[in-house]
């Protein structure tokens, strides 16, 4: 069906009102897309209470390693992972190498992160049980929405280690509730 063509005679003041009328429902248009888009939470990150106390444990006993999970949790995407190599700490943090892989490895063994190994660089996997967050775009840190393969033959314990067990030990060995 062709939409034909009509011809209107409107006076000044019934123009006017059209003209108002289109700018309010494009206005509305618009409102309904923000509102919309605001229920996606782009932004948003969720922490469960289940682990809080080993939350509170690695900031009052490892502050830098706690800045390093909040870091990868700022930055991580929908799937609960971050991919870079540890020039992205060290420039970020300022710390030596060193430092940064002693503090990964403290975030690694009382299963707050996995880590795999993606060639030179890693992927940082939160444990699911811990946060989740949404897709994010951040100014500072390019980040690029793609698959990563990594091998199993660089990572042969993801398999069989449990980021859960890992937590019920630091509970049974720090005591926590």
Same mark, same amino acid.
């Given at each position: 069906?062709?939409?034909?063509?009509?011809?209107?005679?409107?006076?000044?003041?019934?123009?006017?009102?059209?003209?108002?009328?289109?700018?309010?429902?494009?206005?509305?248009?618009?409102?309904? +897309?923000? +509102?919309?888009?605001?229920?996606?939470?782009?932004?948003?990150?969720?922490?469960?209470?289940?682990?809080?106390?080993?939350?509170?444990?690695?900031?009052?006993?490892?502050?830098?390693?706690?800045?390093?999970?909040?870091?990868?949790?700022?930055?991580?995407?929908?799937?609960?992972?971050?991919?870079?190599?540890?020039?992205?700490?060290?420039?970020?943090?300022?710390?030596?190498?060193?430092?940064?892989?002693?503090?990964?490895?403290?975030?690694?063994?009382?299963?707050?992160?996995?880590?795999? +190994?993606?060639?030179?660089?890693?992927?940082?996997?939160?444990?699911?049980?811990?946060?989740?967050?949404?897709?994010?775009?951040?100014?500072?840190?390019?980040?690029?929405?793609?698959?990563?393969?990594?091998?199993?033959?660089?990572? +042969?314990?993801?398999?069989?280690?449990?980021?859960?067990?890992?937590?019920?030990?630091?509970?049974?060995?720090?005591?926590?509730?």
């Amino acid at each position: 069906m062709e939409d034909k063509k009509i011809t209107l005679e409107l006076t000044k003041n019934e123009f006017n009102k059209l003209q108002k009328l289109l700018e309010f429902e494009k206005n509305e248009e618009e409102k309904h +897309k923000q +509102k919309e888009e605001e229920k996606k939470n782009y932004n948003f990150i969720q922490l469960y209470r289940d682990h809080m106390s080993e939350m509170r444990w690695l900031m009052t006993n490892h502050q830098f390693a706690s800045s390093i999970l909040f870091f990868i949790i700022e930055h991580m995407d929908n799937r609960n992972a971050l991919a870079c190599s540890y020039s992205v700490f060290e420039d970020y943090f300022e710390k030596h190498k060193t430092t940064i892989y002693r503090n990964l490895k403290i975030l690694e063994d009382n299963g707050f992160i996995s880590i795999l +190994k993606m060639g030179t660089s890693n992927v940082y996997v939160v444990n699911e049980d811990l946060a989740w967050t949404d897709s994010n775009d951040k100014k500072r840190f390019a980040k690029y929405d793609g698959k990563i393969l990594v091998s199993k033959k660089e990572n +042969k314990d993801y398999q069989y280690q449990s980021q859960f067990d890992r937590f019920k030990a630091l509970r049974e060995r720090e005591g926590l509730k």
